[in-house]
């Protein structure tokens, strides 16, 4: 059977909503012509693709190898036909991006208002996580991610600030009640905030200073999965519940007010700023071409 694209496109889109309400309302269309369409491809095929609950919506078997090969392929077609839109007097089109939490609220915000202004056409949608995850696979064209954390064969583009700091804070008063950390081995003895990777790793606080790297696992009385969670780490530091290590940006606004205190600044550790990264066997979406061009005018500093 020739499966019609229309109802592989609509078999995907729930799959990957978990439910028909929550696809239907992505695309704005009804619950029940999507059960009706998936319902027809089912049926062409011969093999039941999704199984379904009253609660939830999940690929079979075949369903999800289904989904693991038509993924990058109808990516693929869409690409294809989005070079059409290089006739168009401005791009037009959906861009999906896949970033971490702290890309979300570091980088995107500068960068989404005058790039959604220069391209009103141009329609994106972010799903912000920490995860490892396989942008083709997921039904991204893009994704933001640090380097250490870059897919292979991607094409890489800087995005961001170049040199971040992972720095720690506590609030004044609990500083002035448990003292000012001068080494960070002293941080063993103070209450730390700690994050957890989705996998599972609590990964130590490290720091390095004039060639000395020096790697704790502090203690603490909270551990919260890194991403968004972090945000509760950050409010418990500023009541005065302990030290946290976050993204210096991110604590910059607390530095400012008062509300938190850096703790071993001189042993804050460097890294590289994030990158922006796509497929390079692939044709380049317009939208995701034109939001390539615009970060490369944008000046991070």
Sequence with gaps: MAADLGDLQAFIAVARAGGFREAARVGNVSASSLSETVRRLETGLGVRLLNRTTRSVAPTE?????????????????????????????????????????AAKLVLPRLLPPFLAAYPDIRVEVT???????????????????????????????????????????????????????????????????????????????????????????????????????????????????????????LRPYFDDGRLEPVLEPWWQEFSGPFLYYPGRRLTPAPLRAFIDFVGTMRWG
């Excluded at 693991?68 to 861009?95: I, K």
């Excluded at 000395?212 to 502090?218: A, K, L, N, R, T």
């Design 62 to 102: 075949a369903g999800a190898r289904l989904l693991e090969r038509l993924g990058p392929a109808l990516g693929e077609v869409e690409a294809a036909l989005d070079v059409v839109n290089g006739f168009r007097g401005r791009p037009a089109g959906t861009l999906r991006l896949n970033v971490p939490v702290v």
């Design 128 to 250: 912000a996580e920490d995860s490892f995850v396989d942008i083709l696979a997921s039904g991204c064209d893009a994704g933001i991610r640090y380097e250490e954390r870059l897919e292979q064969d991607m094409i890489a583009v800087p995005i961001g600030p170049r040199r971040q700091h992972y720095a720690t804070a506590a609030a004044p008063s609990y500083l002035d009640r448990h003292g000012r950390p001068e080494h960070p081995r002293d941080l063993l003895h103070h209450a730390c905030l700690r994050g957890r990777f989705a996998s599972g790793l609590t990964p130590p606080w490290e720091f390095e200073r004039d060639g000395e790297v020096v790697s704790v696992e502090p203690t603490g009385p909270l551990l919260v999965s890194t991403g968004t969670a972090m945000a509760l780490a950050l409010e418990v530091a500023v009541a005065g519940g302990g030290i946290v290590s976050l993204f210096e940006d991110w």
